[in-house]
């Protein structure tokens, strides 16, 4: 006898109202999950390296924001972290608005 790996398809008949529910009830699922991932996002910890290169500077200006105290960070020995959420609001912070 030989064996089919190939999926089985399964049609599934719903009331008007019971999908219209479940399709809304995925909706808000999916945006729920969206804003949960882009708020990891901005809470997240980078290594000091990755903040440079975001910001687009050497290190020696890095040095000198850090001395500064112009965007926060924590140090673990000689590791340096930045919270995403910090490089965003100085990028907006410095921002030139275009004419």
Known sequence: MK???????????L??????????GLQEIKSLFLNSKEESFLNRW???EEARKQLGICQRTWQA????RTIPFSQFGRKI????????????????PAK
């Open 3 to 13: 064996q089919n790996n190939e999926p089985v398809q399964t049609m599934v008949v």
């Open 15 to 24: 009331p008007q109202s019971e999908y219209q529910s479940l399709k809304e």
């Open 46 to 48: 980078v290594e000091s």
């Open 65 to 68: 924001m850090r001395d500064n």
């Open 81 to 96: 972290y930045v919270r995403q959420s910090d490089i965003d609001a100085f990028l907006e912070a410095n921002m030139i």
